[in-house]
């Protein structure tokens, strides 16, 4: 199995930072992307960034030129600096990956269980 585990979330003012860390463990062969998700309350869980393998990059609009993701490929991990952070970037914060456990399987994707990021105003 494979497990993922995040931290770094937090309480932080408008205009702060946060660094956000998810790292892999269990039975991994390849891990094919790495991507950070967020649910604010009352609303749908959206992509925020998302990097795959060979180092394409995503980001959703409303966090791009603040927020960067990056992975550390020998550590399973994957990071997301957060930088002037808004209010509207409350949520609860996961990490997803999706790993294939052997060379016979496609990836399918895991997830955190998650870590609360508030911003006050």
């Known amino acids: 199995q494979v497990q993922l585990v995040e931290s770094g979330g937090g309480l932080v003012q408008a205009g702060g930072s946060l660094r956000l860390s998810c790292a892999a463990s269990g039975t991994i062969f390849s891990i094919a992307a790495m991507a950070w998700y967020r649910q604010a309350p009352g609303k749908q869980r959206e992509l925020v960034a998302r990097?795959?393998?060979?180092?394409?990059?995503n980001y959703a609009d409303a966090v791009k030129g603040r927020f960067t993701i990056s992975r550390d490929n020998a550590k399973h991990t994957v990071y997301l600096q957060m930088n002037s952070l808004k209010p509207e970037d409350t949520a609860v914060y996961y990490c997803k990956a999706d790993v294939s456990t052997d060379w016979t399987n496609l990836p399918k994707g895991y997830w955190g269980q998650g870590t609360q990021v508030t911003v006050s105003s």
């Open positions: 990097i795959i393998v060979g180092g394409s990059i």
